[in-house]
């Protein structure tokens, strides 16, 4: 039987003091596992973990979520928070990036999950992302690798 499901992630609290926080994202995640639920949604999970958003924490739950899809299922996979794009790629920023690791990019999310798509065995695999490109000081990027875009 085809099964809706999401995974919601969210980066809200950054460590490093020229990222600033978002405290709307966890709310808003809060409000789209009601709506998907209410809409029928066999499941949808905030994940989230004590330590923070880190990239080996992202990369982890979004390739366990897609490599334990099954046939037919339709998975919407939410990541929220701040982001940049960098030669040619997009980024998460997580909770723990760090504007002393050059590039900075190095210390984000890339937006790539290919390989693990073309293994996934769902039938539909929608990625949102809603990714702030603002309330990051603007001299911190330069020198951190990454332009604004």
């Given at each position: 039987?085809?099964?809706?499901?999401?995974?919601l992630?969210?980066?809200?609290d950054?460590?490093?003091?020229?990222i600033?926080?978002?405290?709307?994202?966890?709310?808003d995640?809060?409000?789209?596992?009601?709506?998907l639920?209410?809409?029928?949604?066999?499941?949808?999970e905030?994940?989230e973990?004590?330590?923070?958003?880190t990239?080996?924490f992202?990369?982890?739950?979004?390739?366990?979520f897609?490599?334990?899809?099954?046939?037919?299922?339709?998975?919407?996979?939410l990541?929220?928070?701040?982001?940049?794009?960098?030669?040619?790629?997009?980024y998460?920023?997580?909770?723990?990036?760090s504007f002393?690791?050059?590039?900075?990019?190095?210390?984000?999310?890339?937006?790539d999950?290919?390989?693990?798509?073309?293994?996934?065995?769902?039938?539909?695999?929608?990625?949102l992302i809603?990714a702030c490109r603002?309330g990051?000081q603007?001299d911190?990027?330069?020198?951190?690798g990454i332009?604004?875009?």
């Amino acid at each position: 039987m085809p099964r809706h499901k999401a995974l919601l992630i969210g980066a809200s609290d950054y460590d490093e003091p020229g990222i600033s926080s978002l405290p709307f994202v966890r709310d808003d995640l809060q409000r789209l596992v009601t709506a998907l639920t209410d809409r029928g949604f066999h499941s949808a999970e905030i994940a989230e973990r004590w330590r923070g958003i880190t990239p080996n924490f992202v990369n982890d739950r979004v390739s366990r979520f897609l490599r334990d899809a099954r046939r037919d299922d339709t998975l919407f996979i939410l990541l929220s928070g701040h982001g940049q794009h960098f030669q040619g790629t997009d980024y998460l920023i997580p909770e723990d990036a760090s504007f002393n690791v050059h590039p900075f990019a190095a210390s984000c999310v890339a937006i790539d999950w290919g390989k693990q798509l073309n293994e996934c065995a769902a039938a539909q695999v929608v990625f949102l992302i809603d990714a702030c490109r603002e309330g990051i000081q603007q001299d911190s990027m330069g020198p951190a690798g990454i332009a604004q875009t």
